[in-house]
């Protein structure tokens, strides 16, 4: 069947020329030509809508009735004259031997063959289940990186992508030498610095001087609208299959006081980072292949909930300064070992060893080892810094105060011990200023800035020193437009954190970049498939621009993990009021724990179920027992029952308080009775966000 009437999308404005003549005006030869089967049309239209939504111009057919010799010759100077070649390849394709596209992607082809083997043209996209193996599509597809985009749902990555393989080539700066090799930070939490750390004048401008190289670098990894520069389509978590996917569980404590199992765990952790910097690996985040810790559960299973075809599992026996290491490989579908190696050597080896099992990993993989992979990651020659750093961030995996502050403590050893460990300085920092928010100490949050600087000046090519920038800016600062730029830093040296994509989403919400904060939160649970945060997250996203069907999914999801008990029941509770069933909601809100979420909720669900005293009194306890740290939340409660004049009140004093909840206030749907109000815009502004 004949196709007609192609669109002509430009960035501001879509424009349709008369396909019955030869097409006037400009040609922009940076364009995009989507070929497709009439019967995939609505895919193809959500793929072009993305690409659209990024500020690229795509040249569209829509009609499926029109043709003529006209339209043929403008089809056919079309293909000529585009930058970029997108066939989307289906079951449809699949089942027809004939048809308009085909000669489209004969014509694509033959225009290939006149071009150098390194220049991007053709890139092909499958968005169902087709075998790409067995799909009738012409050789030259074959040789290039195919994406699916299951029923057309584009994330912002790929957009991203195909934006980056129009733009023209620009010459990659070469990071000069560093003194001394930097290591992948993680994040972490708080205590003191004790002495300042001091600079002669010439060590200064050479810092300075470096981070200034990386940042130009860095800016010129981003495209002209700001947007970051995803990892490419190659290295996406979106990929065609999970055969290059990977698991590090935490490694077994052998030893006979059962004293090292920091070590067990950092040795894991440092495995996974060596592992997450090959190129087509994908690895599984620390939080979900942690999850199953001291857990029963076999591997085959694990494998299923990670949704990974590859497992790494160990044991560790530290005697002395002798190391018992024993590692396998395990392919996850039916547990059978792929490889598996013991090593007997002295703690002093211990760097040796690990790029020797991570070396292997790859090769029983049968993939390629990147360049800088070992002098990148651990950023430290000095056994007890690294030591030293592993105790620190097992202190703070605990999350409570206490070991926050030994945590803090073992970061500020490793420091003194190597002044150049930037990943120490990160985690220092951020430690330092979770320990000063607890303790109002706003000293504190001056040497977590002069921290996590120091570690971006050490390292200025490494992701966790602007990961741990990004926070400080958002939480202490509300600078969003910043915190952006530092996490689309971190995902462009590190793009494989999952974390960080779950943070720049956050961030992006906050900004109102809806699209692109719903991409980065389902990137994020791509490679955290175990974390709540990013569905409720979603959730939340999807409640204010009113899709509750795509909601109700994502709670359901989260649901589905059977984790986290409490945050799942606020999130349903706030579905149901938000869909107007008071009673469900309250009934809901009854079940979570006595905190000040359930108040707050049983606020809002009284007062819409018709029982305004009772929503009084819940609110009434709510300002009296916890006024000094969930001021937003009473704010919530006042908006919801329709007193914006106290609303107004409460977000004022939760500004002053540095409350937490206000980073959700540009998509908080439970406030959305202040949004008319000229007082909303003004906060909006104090907070430095986009007013409408």
Request: hydrophobic share 45%; net charge neutral; charged share 25%.
């Amino acid at each position: 069947m004949l196709r007609g009437n192609s669109e002509y999308i430009q960035k501001h404005k879509a424009v349709t020329p008369d396909l019955n003549s030869n097409p006037v005006g400009p040609i922009d030869l940076r364009a995009v030509f989507l070929s497709y089967a009439s019967e995939d049309v609505t895919a193809a239209e959500r793929i072009c809508t993305s690409l659209r939504a990024a500020g690229i111009e795509v040249w569209f057919d829509r009609n499926a009735l029109r043709g003529g010799d006209a339209w043929d010759a403008t089809i056919r100077r079309q293909i000529k004259m585009c930058a970029l070649f997108i066939p989307v390849i289906s079951s449809k394709t699949q089942a027809r031997g004939e048809g308009y596209f085909r000669l489209e992607w004969k014509l694509a082809v033959d225009r290939s063959h006149l071009m150098s083997m390194d220049q991007a043209f053709l890139v092909p996209v499958v968005i169902d289940d087709t075998d790409d193996a067995l799909a009738r599509v012409p050789d030259r597809f074959r040789e290039v990186q195919w994406t699916r985009l299951s029923d057309g749902i584009t994330p912002v990555a790929f957009a991203d992508h195909i934006a980056r393989l129009l733009s023209p080539p620009s010459p990659r700066w070469t990071p000069p030498a560093s003194p001394a090799p930097p290591i992948k930070d993680r994040g972490g939490r708080g205590a003191k610095f004790r002495r300042a750390v001091g600079f002669v004048a010439v060590g200064v401008l050479l810092i300075a001087a470096i981070t200034l190289a990386a940042e130009k670098w860095l800016a010129g990894r981003f495209s002209a609208t700001g947007s970051a520069a995803l990892p490419s389509i190659s290295d996406a978590p979106f990929s065609r299959s999970r055969t290059n996917w990977i698991a590090v569980l935490p490694f077994t404590d052998m030893s006979e006081k059962k004293d090292q199992d920091y070590f067990s765990d950092g040795l894991a952790e440092t495995l996974l980072e060596l592992l997450a910097k090959t190129p087509e690996l994908h690895v599984i985040a620390r939080s979900s292949s942690f999850a199953f810790k001291g857990k029963s559960d076999d591997l085959v299973t694990i494998g299923k909930k990670l949704n990974v075809a590859n497992l790494l599992q160990g044991s560790v026996r530290k005697s002395g300064n002798h190391l018992r290491v024993t590692t396998a490989l395990i392919r996850a579908d039916d547990g059978e070992e792929l490889w598996s190696q013991s090593y007997d050597q002295e703690f002093a080896d211990i760097f040796k060893m690990q790029d020797e099992i991570s070396a292997a990993v790859v090769a029983a993989l049968k993939l390629k080892i990147a360049p800088t992979r070992q002098s990148t990651v651990r950023g430290t020659a000095n056994l007890e810094a690294y030591n030293q750093y592993l105790l620190g961030r097992q202190f703070y995996q605990r999350g409570n105060l206490e070991s926050d502050r030994l945590a803090l403590a073992a970061f500020q050893r490793a420091i003194e011990l190597d002044p150049r460990y930037a990943a120490a300085y990160a985690e220092f920092g951020l430690t330092e200023h979770y320990l000063g928010a607890e303790a109002d100490d706003t000293a504190a949050y001056d040497r977590a800035y002069a921290a996590v600087d120091k570690a971006i000046a050490l390292a200025p090519m490494e992701a966790g020193g602007y990961a741990a920038r990004a926070q400080l800016r958002w939480l202490q600062k509300w600078d969003a437009q910043g915190a952006r730029a530092d996490y689309e830093s971190a995902l462009t040296l590190d793009p494989g954190d999952g974390r960080n994509y779950l943070r720049y989403g956050l961030v992006l919400a906050t900004l109102g970049e809806f699209p692109r904060a719903i991409a980065a939160s389902k990137h994020s649970i791509e490679l955290d498939p175990l974390s709540t945060v990013p569905w409720s997250i979603l959730v939340r996203i999807y409640l204010t621009t009113r899709d509750f069907a795509a909601a109700e999914e994502a709670t359901r999801q989260l649901q589905g993990l059977q984790l986290d008990p409490q945050r799942t029941l606020l999130v349903l509770a706030n579905l149901q009021l938000l869909e107007g069933r008071a009673a469900e909601a309250l009934k809901t809100y009854s079940a979570v724990e006595q905190t000040p979420y359930r108040l707050c909720g049983f606020a809002m669900a009284q007062f819409s179920a018709g029982s305004t005293e009772d929503s009084r009194a819940a609110l009434d306890e709510l300002q009296l027992k916890f006024a000094t740290h969930f001021a937003y939340q009473i704010a919530q409660a006042h908006a919801w029952r329709g007193e914006l004049d106290l609303a107004f009140q409460w977000l004022d004093r939760a500004y002053s308080q540095r409350d937490g909840g206000l980073s959700f206030i540009t998509y908080d749907p439970l406030l959305k009775a202040l949004r008319g109000d000229p007082r909303y815009k003004a906060f909006m502004r104090k907070m430095r966000l986009p007013v409408g």
